[in-house]
């Protein structure tokens, strides 16, 4: 198979983990005789130093113009701390899944059996979880008007759904649920929240169509609970741009770590596959970042942008077998972990590509 992949590290550890997921995407065509071709884009801090532009017209181009995304992070102290920074990372990222209509994150929680103990949730309460969360992204309080009045001493963001952003979201979130253990469950505030009363009236609707999945309604604030009580209730969650954003950095510690957690970005056009993770400054340089988020969002390109299961499986079978074999990055290790297995991200990378 011929494809174009853009490979756009972006910020921070998104360099460092980038190059892992890319050296694992041409490992891959090697073994399964695929012919990708890649380029590189620049997005966030790099590309403001760059250009001024957090997602210069060139970058959003070149994602137009290839077959799948390879995305790292975005951010940089620099503006976390600066509140009154105009052009910032972020923006870059928000108006690129904006621009390629990317409306629905795919974020497997994936527990891998060996980093039962690197969690600090029990093992016997993780054994068996198995997530997959849909999280609207292109709607929500993060793309509403936003401003300041008074004088600058009243800030307001505005949230707002419509009827269309629902539905389509949850339409898939239902024929997810379908090819899995056929349970739904929908995170909303509708106790309060205007925008979660419209979501939850539109999954009502649509839940007849679908009478082999079991829906639920869970408010977040008790799926915030539930989620570290008792994940094993949880098969596909469907929920809001803010509450999955939330939610999923909560589950990242069903499946270990940050370092883990691979997502889809998918939509109208090109697919964008990124580690729910940020640009991580408090350990970019040090070469400790675990790669493996970037790896499986390279497995989850392969799989749902080309269709390539098997090449995709053979992604987290390697992955699977690293870390039987005792391997850890920083992040998942533990007291039993010896120093010996202990990898940086580079050393994970290529005892990763020796088991591909
Ligand atoms: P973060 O996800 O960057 O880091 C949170 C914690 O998890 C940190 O302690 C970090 O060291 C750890 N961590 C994250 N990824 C890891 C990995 N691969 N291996 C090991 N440890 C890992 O979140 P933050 O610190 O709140 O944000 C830092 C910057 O990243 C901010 O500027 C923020 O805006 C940005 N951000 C970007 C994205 C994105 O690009 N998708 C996502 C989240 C945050
Ligand atoms: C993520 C990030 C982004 C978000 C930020 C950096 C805009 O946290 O990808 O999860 O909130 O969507
Ligand atoms: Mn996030």
């Known amino acids: 198979m011929k494809k174009h992949i853009l490979i756009v590290p972006g910020d921070g550890i998104g360099q460092e983990v980038t190059e892992v997921g890319k050296k694992v995407l041409e490992k891959i065509a090697a073994k399964f005789g695929h012919e990708f071709t890649y380029d590189e884009a620049l997005i966030g801090h790099v590309a403001i130093e760059a250009t001024g532009n957090p997602l210069p017209d060139e970058t959003l181009e070149k994602m137009r113009a290839s077959d799948a995304v390879l995305f790292g992070a975005v951010g940089h102290p620099k503006y976390d701390n600066d509140p009154s920074a105009k052009v910032r990372p972020e923006q870059g ?20 059996d060996e980093l039962l103990g690197a969690s600090s949730i029990k093992p016997e309460i993780l054994r068996g979880s198995d997530i997959l969360f849909f999280r609207e992204l292109t709607g929500d309080i993060y793309f509403g008007e936003k401003g300041r009045k008074n004088e600058g001493d009243t800030a307001y963001d505005i949230a707002e759904y419509s009827r269309y952003e629902v539905e389509r979201i949850a339409r898939k979130a239902f024929d997810a649920a379908r090819t899995r253990r056929k349970k739904l469950c929908s995170v909303d505030k509708a106790n ?16 007849p169509e679908y009478p082999d999945v079991e829906v639920e309604h869970q408010f977040v604030d008790s799926a915030a609970m539930m989620l570290i009580k008792d994940p094993k209730r949880f098969d596909v969650v469907v929920t809001a741009n803010l509450f999955g954003d939330i939610l999923t950095d909560e589950a990242s510690q069903i499946a270990g770590s940050m370092g883990m ?11 964008v596959y ?20 970037s790896v499986l969002s390279a497995a989850l390109l392969l799989d749902i942008s080309f269709g390539l299961k098997a090449e995709s499986d053979a992604i987290i079978a390697a992955v699977d077998k690293l870390l039987k074999d005792g391997f850890r990055t920083k992040d998942i290790a533990d007291e039993t972990t010896p120093a ?14 020796k088991r591909i």
């Not at 108006?95 to 929680?109: D, F, H, T, V």
């Not at 691979?262 to 697919?271: F, R």
């Not at 729910?276 to 350990?283: L, N, P, R």
């Not at 340089?285 to 493996?292: D, R, S, V």
Request: glycine share 8%.
């Open 261 to 271: 957690l691979a997502s889809a970005s998918v939509g109208d056009s090109t697919g």
């Open 192 to 207: 309060v929240l205007e925008t979660s009363r419209l979501w939850r009236e539109v999954v009502q609707k649509l839940a």
């Open 340 to 353: 010996d297995k202990i990898l940086n991200t580079q050393a994970a990378g290529e005892e990763l590509l």
């Open 93 to 112: 990222l928000l108006k690129m899944r904006k621009e390629l209509g990317l409306y629905a994150n795919l974020r497997p929680i994936k527990l891998f």
């Open 274 to 293: 990124e580690p729910i993770h940020g640009s991580a400054h408090d350990i970019t340089g040090k070469g400790i970042a675990n790669p493996l988020a």
